[in-house]
């Protein structure tokens, strides 16, 4: 029986980082890692500050490049393109969610969710229109004129998570995206990721909570700059 070639969002072999190489605070930040992520998957990167997780989603976004290894993105081999090519994949195909949410205070949930469209140079309408869906998807349609510096932290996630939808991108990276929300805004939040993740958006969290690891398809712990398959019990 022939196997069935995987498609591969993420695909990468035998990855390191590591900063200010040769000197005495030389840091490994990843160290030999392979790491494969199926367009569809909904996975869970766990860990502790300091583990790598972060790097990690710095290197799949894009934002910076490995020491050593193999990274190729949606078909592409990362390592032979340019920054500006790289821009470009990013812009189009990948959303990123924060931690700190990435609000700009004086601005309205609905101004922050337009500002990706803007850059993309979309057509104004388009855009209006767009923003205004992606709140919708959220819940927050009847806060789109409200500035973000007014808003809960729980309400500020969820104008990011807009601002991804907003992009249509295909994956969206999430680094400890409930680290600072209660309980009950965890599970709001992890609601809407697992939503998208059924309409096909492959999902990548970067988190130590137990619950949100446990809200993905499949887990991974990384520890020494090493990646590590955990099973999830059914």
Do not use: W
Request: aromatic share 4%.
């Amino acid at each position: 029986m022939m196997d069935i070639q995987k498609e591969y969002m993420i695909d990468m072999h035998g990855i390191r980082k590591v900063f200010f190489p040769g000197k005495s605070n030389e840091v490994r930040a990843l160290d030999n890692t392979d790491f494969s992520v199926e367009s569809g998957e909904m996975v869970a990167v766990m860990g502790p500050s300091g583990s790598g997780k972060s790097t990690l989603l710095h290197i799949i976004a894009m934002l910076d490049r490995p020491t050593d290894g193999s990274y190729i993105f949606d078909g592409t081999d990362t390592s032979l393109i340019r920054e500006s090519e790289m821009a470009r994949l990013r812009g189009g195909r990948i959303g990123i969610v924060l931690q700190d949410y990435g609000m700009i205070q004086e601005l309205t949930a609905l101004e922050n969710v337009e500002i990706p469209l803007i850059i993309a140079k979309e057509k104004r309408a388009a855009i209006r229109r767009k923003s205004l869906h992606a709140l919708e998807q959220v819940g927050l349609l009847e806060k789109a004129q409200v500035k973000a510096s007014l808003l809960s932290g729980g309400e500020q996630q969820r104008v990011a998570i807009a601002r991804v939808i907003a992009g249509d991108v295909k994956l969206i990276l999430a680094d400890e995206p409930t680290g600072a929300l209660d309980s009950r805004t965890t599970e709001e939040i992890m609601g809407i990721l697992k939503g998208l993740n059924t309409k096909g958006v492959t999902i990548v969290v970067a988190t130590h909570n137990s619950y949100v690891a446990d809200c993905c398809s499949r887990r991974l712990r990384i520890k020494d700059g090493r990646l590590f398959e955990e099973r999830i019990e059914s």
